[in-house]
């Protein structure tokens, strides 16, 4: 049997003082394609999740990250691969977060989010988000 592909992902929790995360939109095209998500990337070679975390959020939305908080690691299987995924907490960053990379993206206030607009694996993470909305 052939061995699953694993992908180590880091993803940021980009959370300003108005209790807003900011979320963007899977490409069609990729994996989990339409889903919105916390934006992040795999880890290379080498590198350990903050300095993915950083350089990946740096990238994708702009961002340079001043202080992240590691709140989650999840692990989630997929029929063709396996996921880990290190959730950080960003709450000071340089730089307006965007859609560097053209992607759609949004603030949705911590209360407001919808688990199931969100790829399954990180559903959880996203319940307990809304139900830790007022920390």
């Given at each position: 049997?052939?061995?699953?592909?694993?992908?180590?992902?880091?993803?940021?929790?980009?959370?300003?003082?108005?209790n807003e995360i900011f979320i963007t939109q899977r490409r069609a095209d990729s994996h989990?394609?339409?889903?919105?998500e916390f934006p992040g990337g795999k880890l290379e070679q080498g590198e350990t999740s903050?300095?993915?975390?950083?350089?990946?959020?740096?990238?994708?939305?702009?961002?340079?990250?001043?202080?992240?908080?590691?709140?989650?690691?999840?692990?989630?299987?997929?029929?063709?691969?396996?996921?880990?995924?290190?959730?950080?907490?960003?709450?000071?960053?340089?730089?307006?977060?965007?859609?560097?990379?053209?992607?759609?993206?949004?603030?949705?206030?911590?209360?407001?989010?919808?688990?199931?607009?969100?790829?399954?694996?990180?559903?959880?993470?996203?319940d307990y988000l809304i139900q830790n909305a007022s920390c």
């Amino acid at each position: 049997m052939m061995e699953k592909k694993h992908l180590h992902i880091a993803a940021g929790i980009i959370k300003n003082s108005h209790n807003e995360i900011f979320i963007t939109q899977r490409r069609a095209d990729s994996h989990m394609g339409g889903f919105w998500e916390f934006p992040g990337g795999k880890l290379e070679q080498g590198e350990t999740s903050e300095q993915a975390l950083i350089r990946e959020l740096k990238e994708e939305v702009g961002i340079t990250v001043i202080h992240c908080e590691l709140i989650d690691t999840i692990t989630h299987d997929f029929p063709d691969r396996r996921i880990t995924l290190d959730f950080f907490l960003v709450d000071e960053w340089e730089n307006a977060p965007f859609g560097k990379e053209g992607q759609s993206s949004r603030w949705v206030l911590q209360a407001e989010l919808i688990a199931n607009e969100f790829p399954p694996a990180n559903r959880n993470i996203v319940d307990y988000l809304i139900q830790n909305a007022s920390c």
